[in-house]
């Protein structure tokens, strides 16, 4: 058998955007899951629990106003806290309470409110999505969850349960990735440069308050940069990296923060 470098298939997919090219870029890198299952779980009874299922709950997770071609309330949501200022559409977003690390407030936005709203998503780690599908289309949740269709909302609940990672285990406490930037590169460059840029900042669909810089967003806000590379982003024609193992990730990651090193940091 042939063997080819890792580095010369990336390059020779930097073109191609069409599913079969994803779907070589993952073997190559490790394999694609199982159709029904991801790694570390068990055949979900009347769920899908596959990689594009996870990856449209995460884009939902991120913005689902976005996803289903609609405009959020013009007014807050009733749950969100007053004290806690931002624009109202924010408010309808579940990453808005429970964070980018889905930990809430035990997590990132423990630093701007310890409010009740800003629940952890971390007990819903693992839990039947049957159990997370009536939590979420009920009570507060379902003044949201209501313009999503059946399959969207099981996304959704399977995402919770099988698609959240730890921060932890990607990143260091100073908030640096624990990854190898030289393998990172060869991801970056098989997958992310063709719209991205050499430099990373080309085509950036950023959030309130991002710098348009690859490097910028992976350096001041890594979990953000984690959830989009590993699930894509709402509207965007982006590829998405779930397949990936999350050490790959990382590397990627480690990469992406040396980038564009002359953009101050705040």
Partial sequence: MVKVPLSHLLGSLKLCTQPICVMILAVAIGG???????????????FS??????NLGGRLYDNL???VGRRPPDTAHPNFPEAVKTYNEKTWRCVSCHGWDYRGRDGILGQVS??????????????????LLQIIMTGTHKKITKVLSSDQMKALSVFLSRGQHSLTDLLDKS???RGVSERGKIIYDGACARCHQADGKAVIYGEEGDVASLGWIARNRA?????????GVPKADMLKLRFMPLDQIADLLAYLQQLDPQVPDP
């Avoid at 629990?49 to 996870?54: A, G, K, N, Y």
């Avoid at 979990?223 to 699930?231: D, G, Y």
């Fill in 65 to 67: 106003w976005n996803v």
């Fill in 32 to 46: 694609l899951p199982g159709s029904n299952t991801v790694a570390g779980g068990e055949p979900i009874s009347g």
């Fill in 49 to 54: 629990s596959d990689v594009e299922t996870l």
């Fill in 223 to 231: 979990a953000q940069a984690l959830h989009k590379i590993r699930n």
């Fill in 114 to 131: 310890q409010d009740e709203a800003f629940a952890s998503l971390a007990p819903a780690i693992g839990r039947d999505p049957a159990e």
């Fill in 175 to 177: 908030g640096a990735a």
